[in-house]
Each structure stands twice: as C-alpha cells, then as structure tokens.
C-alpha cells in the first residue's frame, strides 16, 4: 500500500504545480530494489577482492563503500533525482521548491539515511514520512527536498533524453535571454505535467511557452506549447 499526499506548490513565477508526493510504499520499494543491486555489485566487488589477497580485499572494502553511499548520490544528483529503483518505481528526488535536487542536497540527504535507518529497518525515516507534511524522512528535511511522482507516458527527464532528438532548425535559436529559473520551472512542469489535471496542464504550458516566446525572436510555436517548452529546455542544455 501507498500512502500518497498532494501538494500545491507556488514556484517563483507565481505559477502553481500540483504534485504527488510519494509514499511509504513506492519510496520503500525503490529502496528494496536499490539495495538488491547495490548488494550484487557489492558481492561480486568483494569476491574480486578476495581473489587478490590482503590488498585486493583493502580495495574491494574501498569500492563496497562508494556504492553503498555513492551510487545514490551521484545517481540523484545528476540523473534527474533518480536512482535505478526510483526510476523503476516513476518516483523523483526534486527540491521543495520543485527545482532539481543538487549535488549538495543529495549529499545531505544520503548521509543522514544512516540516522533515517534507525534502529533498523528504516524506522525513523518511516515515522518521519508519516508525520510531516511533505512526506520528508530526515534527509529530506536537512536537505530541502522531497521525493515526488513523474509522469508515466514520455514525461521529460529534465536533463535527459532530449539533446539527440533536436531538430536543425532548432539548434541555432538564441535562447540566452531565457533565464535561469524560467528553465528551472519549465523543466518542473515537463516532468509533472502527467500529474496535472488536462485544462491545468494546457494553461500551463500555454503560459509559460507565451512568457519565453519574446525572449527567442522568431521562433514559432509549430507543434504546440509542449514541445517549443520541451525544445527550449533542451537547447538551454547543449550551450
């Protein structure tokens, strides 16, 4: 069973997202998967170690740590909040303020597992989803972020995925007026947009494609706001 929540959130452009926090059951699976592969890189690294004797044993300890703390760092921080079992499990770390999870934040959030893992059994982390607000185990709180769900048909990993697929005409607009956090709250509506109800969706996009429209002269909107959205985001990546 998962035990889901909703929550409106009011990004800096004053546009409101409807998102769905995720749960104990879908956090808690992705965290089973994680773990059953972290464990098999972890087996078959110390196997390898033990075949090398006292130095390869030093090493293979070395390498079972930076996978047990490592992967989910660096996987959440430079693969869209995503470990393998979240990506299974369609889930996201995001910052509370529905921007992407940085390196820092995913740091945070990972070293205090340890505390969450209390006394075992994920204990803690698992009081503590239940009685906040935004579903936020520990690491969550020292970290500002939250764990959400992403849409299941195509929704945009925001930093993946869209590069290759660019069109010729698209590569040489200028989007250098496009700004930082206007990309920022693009790229939080594209990997949410499946969450939200359709007339909401369509307002949003619409909106926010009319705001960025002035800054990229002479670009049309061809294909709908979604996509010029989508083209942006990706454009903004390749400079």
Do not use: C
């Amino acid at each position: 069973m998962d035990l889901d929540d909703r929550m409106t959130l009011a990004n800096a452009e004053g546009i409101d997202l409807d998102l769905s926090l995720a749960g104990i059951g879908s956090r808690g699976s992705a965290v089973l998967i994680d773990l059953v592969l972290q464990s098999l890189a972890v087996v078959v690294i110390l196997a390898v170690g033990f075949a090398y004797g006292g130095l390869g044993s030093a090493f293979a300890a070395i390498f079972s740590f930076l996978i047990l703390l490592g992967y989910p760092i660096l996987a959440e921080a430079f693969a869209s909040g995503r470990t393998v079992g979240k990506a299974v499990m369609r889930i996201a770390v995001v910052s509370v303020d529905g921007t992407p999870v940085t390196f820092l934040a995913a740091v945070i959030r990972n070293v205090i597992r340890v505390v969450d893992l209390l006394p075992g059994a994920y204990f803690v982390g698992m009081v503590s989803v239940l009685v906040t607000e935004r579903n936020q185990r520990l690491g969550d709180l020292a970290a500002g972020t939250i764990v959400v769900h992403v849409g299941r048909r195509g929704a945009i990993d925001p930093g993946l995925g869209m590069v290759g697929t660019l069109p010729p005409e698209s590569v040489g607009w200028d989007v250098s007026a496009v700004t930082a956090d206007e990309v920022a709250v693009v790229r939080s509506f594209l990997i949410r947009r499946e969450e939200l109800d359709p007339r909401h969706r369509v307002d949003l996009a619409q909106t926010l494609a009319f705001q960025i429209l002035p800054k990229v002269a002479g670009v049309p909107l061809e294909g709908g706001p979604e996509l010029f959205l989508e083209r942006i985001v990706a454009v903004k990546m390749t400079r």
